[in-house]
C-alpha cells in the first residue's frame, strides 16, 4: 500500500475492495488532512493500477522502503483494518514469536538434557523427548547444549541463578545501580560478541597500542594526544583506502596489487630479523580485534566507498565539534582501559601527611620482617610460593634494598681558552653602516678567528653523551642468624636504551638465544626460541664483553625503549635475584612496574616477600637517594674527566684533533670506575646498614639469644652509641631474661632511642 500526493490520493490495496468499508477510526494523519484540504480526490486502486503512478512521481517501485511507512501505517488504520495494532506491545495470552533463554537457564537446560540422555533408550527418542519438552527445534538445543561451558563460565563469574544475591549480580543486566539493588536474583547477561559493533574498534586498537608504546618510553600523553593520534590513524586508513580504489580503477585484474603486497612481505620480515632477532610475534589478550591500515587491501570497491566516506565523516565531526570531541576522547580512553591521573611526584605533601606515610612505611616493613622471622604457612603462603622451603631456610634470609638512578654518561668538553679577537664585542648599527665594503680579493685572503663572536669548536654534540638507568643493589647479611648483619654494595643493573626489550646475560657469544623467554608487550606476545639468532639486539654491548668481560662483573645489562625500568626488565631482574638468593625480603619504590601484577607474581615465584616505600617519601627513606646517588654521581663525574684526557692524549698522540665519543665501551668502563670505587668507599667505612638505620629500618631483628626454650626472641637493636641507649638496652635484655622463664610467646620488640 503506497501513498501519493501530487494530484491525487491513491491507495494501492493488494486484494479486491469490498463495497462497505468500515467508518474511520481514529484522528487522521495530517497528509490525509492536507488532500482533503487541496480537494484532491480519494481512491481505491489495486497494486499494478498504482504502480505506474508511483514510478512516475518518485522512481521507487511498489514494495521497496520509504520515508512514508508510517503515513500508510495511518492509511491501514484509517481504512479500518482491525487487526492493525498500535502499540508494539505484547497482547495478553499470545505467544512470544522469539525466545531467548538467560544463561543460568541454559545451563540448567543443559544438566537436565544430560539426564535425559542418559535415561533414553536411543539418541532418537533423547532428541524427541528434549524438542516436546522444551518446544524447541533439535538445532537450537544442540547449540545450547555445545556451549554449556560458556554458560558455565558465565554464571560463575556474575553470580547469575538461585542462590545468589547481593551487588555482584548487578553487573549482569543494563540497569541503574538503583535498581539492580532491588533485585534478588541475576537471571543473564548478553553472550561475548553482542550488541552493536564498533566500525572503528580496529584504529582504537591501534591507539592503545601506540599508548602504550608511548608510556613505556616516559612520554606525556594527555586525552588530546589520544585524539590526535586517533585522527591521524584515520586520516592514514582513508589515504590507503583512497589509494587502493585509485589502483583499482586503474588496474584491470586487481591480482597484480595483491602479488605486490606479498612480495614485499617476505623483505621486511628480514630486515625486521636481522635488527631485533628471531622471535614469534602472536596478539596478546585485549588486542583481538587489532587489524593494521593493510586491511584496505582486502575491501571491495563498494566497501572502500562508504568506508572512506565513514572515516571522512568522523574525521570532520571531531574537528568541527570540540564538545564532540573532548565527548568522544573521554569515552575511547575508557574503552581501551586508559585512565586520566595526575603523576604523584607532582603532588606536594603536607607535613602532616608525610609524617603518615613515613610511620606507614616503617609499619609495613617491621611487619613483613617479623612474618619473615615468625610468620607461619598460612601467613606465609600469602606472599610467597613456597612457605615450607622458607621457614626452613630463615637464617639464610637476606634484605636488599634497591633504587633506580637516571644517569647522564657525558664526555663534555672543559673549558678552553678563546683569543680576545674571538671574544670583542658585537658591532652597533651604526658601527655596521659606517664600515667600507672591502674588495673580494682582501675578503680572500682574510684568514683567522677575528671578527667571530661564537665560541665556536669541533664535534658532535649527541655523540658525547648517553642517557642510562643504573639500579642500586644494598643487601644486608646474617640478620637472621644472629650473627654480625653486613652490609654489601650487590652488583647493580644497567638498563639502556633499545629498540625491543632484552637481557644481555641471556644472549650467547655466537649471537643466539640461550633460553626461551615470552613476554607481552604493546598488545603483542613475543616469543623467543632458545638457539635462535639474536640479531643486532645489544651487538656494541656484546662485542665488549667478548673483547674485555671484567667490565661486566658488577653488572647486569638490559634494553628497553627507553632505557627505564618497567615490568618486563623488573621480571627478569628477580630472576636474577632469585637464583642468588633463594629467599629474601626486598625494600623498594612503590613504582608502577614494582607492584604490577606480574612483577607481584615473579617475586612470588622467586621467594621473595616485598615491602614498598610509600609515594613522595623516597628522598627521606631509600638508602640510595639518601646516601649512595649523590657519591655515585662524583665518581661517575671524576671517571669521565679521566677517560676525557684518555681521549685527548690518545688523539694528540696520532696528531689528531680530539672529538669525544661515548659508545658502548665508554659507558662500561666510566661505571666500573665508579662501582669500584664505591666498593672502596664501603670497605674502608662500612655506611650501608648504619644508613638503613639511619632511615628508620633494622630497628629490632631476631636472634636465638636463650636457647631452645624459646624458639626466638626480638632483641633491640641500637640506633646510636650513647650511654644512655646502652643502659635502655640491658634494661631490655635483663627484661628479655626474666620473662624467657616464664616461657612467654614470642614477640616484637621495637625500640625508639633519643
Known amino acids: 500500500m503506497q501513498l501519493l500526493t501530487n494530484d491525487i490520493c491513491l491507495i494501492g490495496l493488494k486484494q479486491p475492495v469490498l463495497q462497505e468499508l468500515p467508518r474511520k477510526v481514529g484522528r487522521p494523519s495530517a497528509a490525509i488532512m492536507k488532500a482533503e484540504e487541496l480537494g484532491l480526490q480519494l481512491m481505491l486502486k489495486t497494486e499494478p493500477e498504482v504502480e505506474p503512478y508511483q514510478i512516475a512521481a518518485k522512481g521507487r517501485p511498489v514494495g521497496a522502503q520509504s520515508a512514508s511507512s508510517s503515513v500508510n501505517e495511518e492509511l491501514k488504520r484509517i481504512v479500518g483494518f482491525e487487526a492493525i495494532q498500535r502499540s508494539n506491545r505484547r497482547k495478553t495470552g499470545a505467544k512470544k514469536q522469539r525466545r531467548e533463554e538467560n544463561a543460568s537457564t541454559k545451563l540448567q537446560m543443559c544438566i537436565d538434557m544430560e539426564a535425559m540422555m542418559k535415561a533414553a533408550a536411543t539418541l532418537k527418542d533423547f532428541r524427541l523427548k528434549a524438542v516436546l519438552k522444551y518446544d524447541m527445534q533439535w538445532k537450537q538445543l544442540e547449540l545450547i547444549m555445545h556451549r554449556k561451558g560458556i554458560w558455565q563460565k558465565i554464571v560463575d563469574e556474575r553470580k547469575l541463578g538461585k542462590g545468589f544475591s547481593g551487588s555482584v549480580k548487578s553487573r549482569s543486566c543494563n540497569q541503574k545501580s538503583a535498581r539492580n539493588a532491588e533485585r534478588k536474583f541475576g537471571v543473564g547477561c548478553r553472550l561475548p560478541g553482542g550488541g552493536r559493533k564498533d566500525k572503528f574498534w580496529h584504529i582504537k586498537l591501534r591507539v592503545k597500542r601506540w599508548l602504550c608504546q608511548e608510556r613505556s618510553r616516559c612520554h606525556f600523553v594527555d586525552k588530546t594526544d589520544l585524539l590526535e593520534e586517533f585522527m591521524d590513524q584515520c586520516e592514514e586508513e582513508a589515504q590507503a583506502a583512497e589509494e587502493t580504489l585509485k589502483n583499482i580503477e586503474k588496474s584491470e585484474n586487481s591480482a597484480e596489487i595483491s602479488k605486490e603486497v606479498t612480495i614485499q612481505g617476505p623483505a621486511a620480515l628480514q630486515q625486521a630479523s636481522n635488527d631485533t632477532g628471531v622471535f614469534q610475534q602472536t596478539v596478546a589478550k585485549g588486542y583481538e580485534g587489532l587489524e593494521e591500515i593493510s586491511r584496505v587491501k582486502a575491501m571491495t570497491e563498494a566497501e572502500l566507498k562508504d568506508w572512506v566516506t565513514e572515516l571522512r565523516c568522523r574525521i570532520t565531526k571531531l574537528s568541527m565539534s570540540q564538545k564532540y570531541a573532548e565527548t568522544y576522547a573521554s569515552s575511547m580512553a575508557a574503552q581501551i582501559g586508559a585512565k586520566l591521573e595526575k603523576p604523584s611526584r607532582m603532588s606536594k605533601l603536607t607535613m602532616e601527611e608525610e609524617e603518615a606515610r613515613v610511620k606507614a612505611t616503617w609499619q609495613q ?54 683569543c680576545s679577537e674571538e671574544l670583542q664585542n658585537r658591532c652597533s ?5 659606517a664600515l667600507e665594503p672591502k674588495p673580494a680579493e682582501e675578503l680572500k685572503a682574510i684568514v683567522g678567528t677575528e671578527g667571530s663572536t661564537l665560541t665556536r669548536t669541533t664535534g658532535d654534540s649527541d655523540a658525547e653523551k648517553y642517557r642510562v638507568t643504573y639500579e642500586a643493589r644494598h643487601v644486608v647479611l646474617n640478620y637472621f642468624n644472629g650473627g654480625e648483619p653486613v652490609g654489601i654494595l650487590w652488583k647493580g643493573a644497567l638498563v639502556v636504551k633499545g629498540a625491543v626489550h632484552a637481557r644481555l646475560h641471556n644472549i650467547s657469544e655466537d649471537g643466539l638465544w640461550v633460553e626461551a623467554e615470552e613476554y607481552e608487550y604493546a598488545g603483542a606476545i613475543i616469543k623467543r626460541d632458545a638457539g635462535k639468532s639474536a640479531g643486532r639486539v645489544l651487538e656494541s654491548f656484546r662485542k665488549i664483553r667478548s673483547s674485555n668481560a671484567a667490565l661486566f662483573q658488577h653488572f647486569e645489562v638490559y634494553s628497553q625503549p627507553a632505557a627505564v625500568v618497567d615490568s618486563i626488565i623488573q621480571k627478569w631482574m628477580l630472576e636474577l635475584q632469585a637464583k642468588e638468593f633463594p629467599c629474601s625480603l626486598w625494600v623498594r619504590d612503590m613504582l608502577a612496574a614494582t607492584v604490577a601484577d606480574q612483577s607481584l607474581f615473579a617475586m612470588a615465584l622467586s621467594q621473595q616477600m616485598g615491602s614498598f616505600i610509600a609515594g613522595g617519601c623516597t628522598p627521606l627513606l631509600q638508602v640510595t637517594d639518601t646516601d649512595f646517588s649523590f657519591s655515585f654521581k662524583c665518581s661517575i663525574a671524576e671517571a669521565q674527566k679521566t677517560e676525557r684526557r684518555r681521549q685527548a692524549e690518545i688523539a694528540k698522540l696520532q696528531g689528531k684533533q680530539a672529538t669525544f665519543v661515548c659508545g658502548a665501551k665508554e659507558i662500561m668502563q666510566i661505571l666500573h670506575a665508579a662501582h669500584e670505587k664505591q666498593l672502596e668507599r664501603q670497605k674502608s667505612r662500612p655506611w650501608i646498614l648504619r644508613a638503613c638505620r639511619n632511615n628508620g629500618f633494622f630497628h629490632w631483628r631476631p636472634s636465638p639469644a636463650l636457647g631452645n626454650e624459646v624458639s626466638c626472641i626480638c632483641e633491640a637493636v641500637l640506633i646510636c652509641c650513647s650511654t644512655f641507649a646502652t643502659m635502655q638496652a640491658d634494661s631490655v635484655r635483663k627484661a628479655l631474661v626474666d620473662n624467657s622463664e616464664q616461657k612467654i610467646k614470642p614477640f616484637c620488640l621495637k625500640m625508639s632511642c633519643l
Open 429 to 433: 648599527k651604526a658601527a655596521l653602516k
Open 365 to 418: 616493613f617491621d611487619y613483613m620482617l617479623h612474618t619473615a622471622a615468625f610468620g607461619s604457612i598460612e601467613v606465609l603462603k600469602k606472599y610467597i610460593a613456597d612457605p615450607a622451603h622458607w621457614m626452613e631456610h630463615r637464617g639464610d634470609i637476606v634484605v636488599g634494598m634497591s633504587d633506580q638512578i637516571p644517569v647522564w654518561i657525558k664526555i663534555g668538553r672543559d673549558k678552553q681558552l678563546y
